[in-house]
Nanobody, 125 residues
Framework: QVQLVESGGGLVQAGGSLRLSCAAS????????VGWFRQTPGKEREFVAA????????YYKDSMKGRFTISRDNAKNTVYLQMYTLTPEDTAVYYC??????????????????WGPGTQVTVSS
């Protein structure tokens, strides 16, 4: 089992950057794919990015490519989401999630077993 906690959210001006962290407890962190999702009120949770257990594979929603970078440090049991050139449309609660590496699929909430409580990102215009 994995427990996840996000951090790094906050208020940033449009055009700015933020780095979110997802810290995991539990063993064998490298046996889990970790994804980032985001959600705004009244909307479904949206896939942002995911990273394989080793970190060698990364996956992004098309609209995030080039602006967001996902990475992980398995020695620290942490996954990062570096976000650049933020716009007010990026305002959301950001969640990290984990699933076993042997389960196929990365892009939908149903693929993931474990979730953090979320961290708020607010981008002001």
């Amino acid at each position: 089992q994995v427990q996840l906690v996000e951090s790094g959210g906050g208020l940033v001006q449009a055009g700015g950057s933020l780095r979110l962290s997802c810290a995991a407890s539990g063993s064998t962190f490298g046996m889990y794919v970790v994804g980032w999702f985001r959600q705004t009120p009244g909307k479904e949770r949206e896939f942002v990015a995911a990273i394989s257990g080793s970190g060698s594979g990364t996956y992004y929603k098309d609209s995030m490519k080039g602006r967001f970078t996902i990475s992980r440090d398995n020695a620290k049991n942490t996954v990062y989401l570096q976000m650049y050139t933020l716009t007010p449309e990026d305002t959301a609660v950001y969640y990290c999630a984990a699933k076993p590496i042997d389960r196929s699929g990365n892009y939908y909430t149903d693929h993931y077993d474990y979730w953090g409580p979320g961290t708020q990102v607010t981008v002001s215009s």
